[in-house]
T-cell receptor
Framework: DGGITQSPKYLFRKEGQNVTLSCEQN?????MYWYRQDPGQGLRLIYY???????QKGDIAEGYSVSREKKESFPLTVTSAQKNPTAFYLC?????????????FGSGTRLTVV | DQQVKQNSPSLSVQEGRISILNCDYT??????FLWYKKYPAEGPTFLIS?????DKNEDGRFTVFLNKSAKHLSLHIVPSQPGDSAVYFC??????????????FGQGTELSVKP
């Protein structure tokens, strides 16, 4: 079955450490996105990529980095520069420029700084 | 600058009654609107959408209404069921001008349907 997989489901990070969240899709979607969910703030866009080897900053990119070396993969690194990294992170993919199909979301990664 | 707003953080409804979730937007370039449903610790799932050329779209118990002049859309769930209890996100995109199809989400409304 086609889908989008995020791993791990739960992640604990010590202050000052970088961590990488994995996102893999087998839907053959061109575009991929990273969102962060905080209580009362909805889903806020961190980074997005419309095509391999290209990505753009979203609304809250500071303290995060991404890469898009393969169509299927869009990992997110939470760096030590991110001041408040504890949140629920969601990855999504879509087909841009072919009508509207909406996003397919992964099941999320809960990151906690300890 | 919050382009998509859901001003009600929560809503409680009795089973069998109608649930009405509201969403306001500020960007007149938005041409496609979607509703997503989310359970705790899971990713959102697509529920229903509407193009700006329509004012209503219906799918079973779910109906979305769009009022472009008021920049307002609403999701009606009739009849509401306990399994509908979740967080509902409104989202919008300007597909014509934003070829990437980037979605802008509201803050979400937590719906609780009581038996």
């Amino acid at each position: 079955d086609g889908g989008i997989t995020q791993s791990p489901k739960y992640l604990f990070r010590k202050e000052g450490q970088n961590v990488t969240l994995s996102c893999e899709q087998n839907l053959n979607h061109d575009a991929m996105y990273w969102y962060r969910q905080d209580p009362g703030q909805g889903l806020r866009l961190i980074y997005y990529s419309q095509i391999v080897n290209d990505f753009q900053k979203g609304d809250i990119a500071e303290g995060y980095s991404v890469s898009r070396e393969k169509k299927e993969s869009f990992p997110l690194t939470v760096t030590s520069a991110q001041k408040n990294p504890t949140a629920f992170y969601l990855c999504a993919s879509s087909i841009p420029r072919h009508g509207w199909y909406g996003y397919t979301f992964g099941s999320g990664t809960r990151l906690t700084v300890v | 600058d919050q382009q998509v707003k859901q001003n009600s953080p929560s809503l409680s409804v009795q089973e069998g009654r109608i649930s009405i979730l509201n969403c306001d937007y500020t960007n007149s370039m938005f041409d496609y609107f979607l509703w997503y449903k989310k359970y705790p610790a899971e990713g959102p799932t697509f529920l229903i959408s509407i193009s700006s050329i329509k004012d209503k779209n219906e799918d079973g118990r779910f109906t979305v209404f769009l009022n472009k002049s008021a920049k307002h859309l609403s999701l009606h769930i009739v009849p509401s069921q306990p399994g509908d209890s979740a967080v509902y996100f409104c989202a919008a995109s300007d597909m014509i001008y934003n070829q990437g199809g980037k979605l802008i989400f509201g803050q979400g409304t937590e719906l609780s349907v009581k038996p």
